[in-house]
């Protein structure tokens, strides 16, 4: 089984700052996947990559196949940003997830 | 767009009662999953199917049954809730094995 680990786990920051949040694993996989779960509980998927480095808007999410480790980054944060961010990664050779415990972040205005 | 619908949104049980959680997908995804979430926990697989009369274990299934008569439909039924069940369910869904995964607003449920 693929294990995760997410880091940190929780974040506060100033509106306006840059963030980072890491996941790190430790099989060899194809697809890592972010997730961001609302304060009222709704998950919707940020993306899904396998290599080099994705943008949407202000979400930046980047992955090293090699060190088995994955950003998300998040430009000019806005709290609206405030939610969980969750990394998910396949287990070798099936269609099962593992979930990271999630990154709980707060922006502050 | 629909997406992945889940009935009901809240439900108290009391021990020993049934159930069954409604999941309706209206994106012709093969791939159905339905997820516990625990505090503090990262999501857990309940059972998970991958087309329409296939479905398969995931690593917490004990006291879940499923069904998939439908491409559209993936019920979850508890039978004989037990405190432990207490929790907030989701279901997913999915393309294919590495596709994007659409979630459903979550039940949440607690047994008494």
């Known amino acids: 089984k693929n294990e995760v680990e997410q880091s940190p786990q929780n974040l506060t920051a100033q509106e306006g700052e840059f963030i980072t949040i890491n996941c790190s694993y430790s099989?060899?996989?194809?697809?890592l996947h972010w997730l961001q779960q609302h304060p009222g509980g709704g998950i919707v998927s940020l993306f899904m990559?396998?290599?080099g480095k994705k943008k949407h808007g202000r979400l930046i999410a980047t992955i090293n196949i090699q060190e088995k480790h994955s950003s998300l980054h998040i430009t000019a944060s806005h709290p609206r940003d405030s939610a969980v961010y969750i990394c998910?990664?396949?287990?070798?050779?099936?269609?099962?997830?593992?979930f990271g415990t999630g990154t709980r972040l707060t922006i502050i205005p | 767009n629909a997406g992945v619908t889940q009935t009901p949104k809240f439900r108290i049980l009391k021990i020993g009662q049934s159930m069954t959680l409604q999941c309706a997908q209206d994106m012709n995804h093969n791939y159905m999953y339905w997820y516990r979430q625990d505090p503090g926990m990262g999501l857990k697989l309940i059972y998970y199917?991958?087309?329409?009369?296939?479905?398969d274990k995931g690593e917490v299934p004990n006291g879940y049954n499923v069904s998939r008569s439908t491409t559209e439909d993936f019920p979850l039924r508890l039978e004989l809730a037990a405190p432990s069940q207490t929790s907030v369910y989701f279901c997913?869904?999915?393309?294919?094995?590495?596709?994007?995964?659409?979630f459903g607003n979550g039940t949440r449920l607690t047994v008494t």
């Open positions: 997913a869904s999915s393309p294919g094995r590495q596709g994007p995964l659409h």
């Open positions: 998910a990664v396949p287990n070798f050779g099936n269609e099962k997830l593992t």
């Open positions: 099989v060899g996989i194809s697809a």
């Open positions: 199917s991958v087309g329409a009369g296939i479905t």
């Open positions: 990559l396998s290599s």
